[in-house]
């Protein structure tokens, strides 16, 4: 003979449900604001001229639209530096983060060999890089590159606990060989729901 659960047992359950469910959405982080700018002189050799990243805000897990194009005018290879620095308001004040785990103000003194970690050299790009034939290894030609409008599904992200809500500012030097390739400014702004 089948028993019936108790009504106070099945009670329990939804009472544990819902506070999981609570505890799910808790950890919901939205990115807000996300603006950028190339920050080079005038001449510089690459710049970014399209990075638009909908919707606003983009809730992570959730999904996200970025279409990009750039150019480069000399080849970007192999010791290919990238120095950025985050600050984050606090108090009206811009505060450096510092680099941990590999996030924060740090500087990865070779893109190239961290893109070939990312991707073994002689497999195929991820999408929807392939698609659209762009590169994802050293070196990159001078050239244009673009993006067109691509969906991704952006998973929850376990940002680190020092990674709080509110307003973020980062400056990316791209340098190649000691020369001064690039710059970019962005800035957006955190909150966990
Ligand atoms: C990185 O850039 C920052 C901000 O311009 C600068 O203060 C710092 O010295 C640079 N770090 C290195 C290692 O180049």
Known sequence: MRRALSPLVCLGVAAVCARLCVAEAARHTQLLRFSWKNCGPPDSPAVLKILTISPDPIVMPGDLTVEAAGRTSVMLRSMLRVNLTLEKEVAGFWV????????????????????????????????????????????????????????FYLPNVDLPNWLTNGNYRAQVFLSNQ????????????????
Do not use: R, W
């Open 96 to 151: 450096k983060v510092p680099c941990l785990d590999e996030i924060g103000s740090c500087v990865y003194p070779d893109v190239c060999q961290l893109l070939n970690m990312v991707v073994p050299p002689g497999q195929d790009c991820p999408e929807p890089l392939h698609t659209y034939g762009l590169p994802c290894h050293c070196p990159f030609k001078a050239g244009d590159y673009s993006l067109p409008k691509s969906d």
């Open 178 to 193: 000691q020369k001064d390739v690039g710059c970019l400014k962005v800035s957006f702004s955190l909150q966990t729901i």
